[in-house]
């Protein structure tokens, strides 16, 4: 979300909190923006959020209520969306968080392309934006300015359009196949006969061929080849 504006740089720390409107100052490191802006993340009706990963703005998430208290807040009419980048998910702790988080009733979509600056909108009235971290320290402008805020959301939003849902972009887990099926499907693949294959699983052959068409259909094969194929595909131990 591209875009320059002037603004005005204090020397932390300094005790007095932003809340004049127009005004845009710049903090540094999380510490000094939660100590003087901490009061202005508490969403009312809106809380939109660009990061790579949601660590760019890990106390400001990390201090919202969590999860049954998230629940009755979307439940109340705040609408949370939070949008990241691949890295997000990048590793499947961080991932089943993010589900976790998704199944509170938050939006959350991956963004694919390199996200310009990593902002959060709250309430369309205040915007945080991360700036350059400068030896190790992070800096932040927190903008009151509403022609500037109404701006960084156009951008949010028209990046959020193009963006891949969750649960969409993570790939679907492998169907749960028991040990009996797996052995199935080996004997599919090596061409052994039903009435061979049920006699060394102890079957009777109807109750093998049962088997057969079950696992062609939780595999989505449309014979017993591509049965063994997809689950090949799907990294099941055929």
């Known amino acids: 979300m591209a875009g320059h504006w002037q603004v005005m740089t204090t020397a932390p720390p ?31 009706e809106e809380f939109v959020c ?36 691949p890295r997000a998910v990048a590793d499947q702790r961080d991932a089943a968080q993010l589900l976790e988080m998704a199944a ?8 694919l392309a ?8 709250v309430d369309r009235r205040v915007a945080f934006i991360a700036g350059q971290v400068v030896d190790g320290v992070q800096s932040y402008s927190v903008v009151q300015t509403p022609e500037v805020v109404a701006g960084v959301r156009s951008l949010f939003f028209g990046t959020w359009q193009g963006a891949t849902d969750l649960t969409d972009y993570l790939p679907s887990p492998p169907p749960q196949v028991d040990e009996q099926g797996l052995t199935i499907l080996r004997l599919l693949s090596a061409g052994q ?8 699983l102890g079957l009777s052959v109807r109750t093998y061929r049962r088997r057969v068409a079950e696992l062609m259909e939780l595999l989505g094969a449309s014979s017993r080849f591509q049965a063994g194929v997809r689950a090949r595909e799907l990294g099941l131990r055929v």
């Not at 509170?104 to 963004?111: E, N």
């Open 114 to 121: 390199p996200l310009a600056h990593e902002t959060i909108i």
């Open 14 to 44: 300094t005790p007095t909190p932003p809340s004049v409107a127009g005004q845009v100052i710049t903090l540094y490191g999380e510490q000094e923006l939660i100590a003087r802006a901490g009061h202005l993340f508490n969403a009312r």
């Open 50 to 85: 660009a990061a790579t990963d949601p660590s760019v703005w890990r106390r400001a998430n990390g201090d919202q209520p969590w999860p049954e208290q998230m629940r009755a807040r979307v439940a109340a009419g705040v609408q949370f969306r939070k949008m990241y980048g």
């Open 193 to 200: 006969k039903d009435e061979t294959a049920a006699r060394q």
């Open 104 to 111: 509170t009733g938050i939006q959350i979509r991956i963004c």
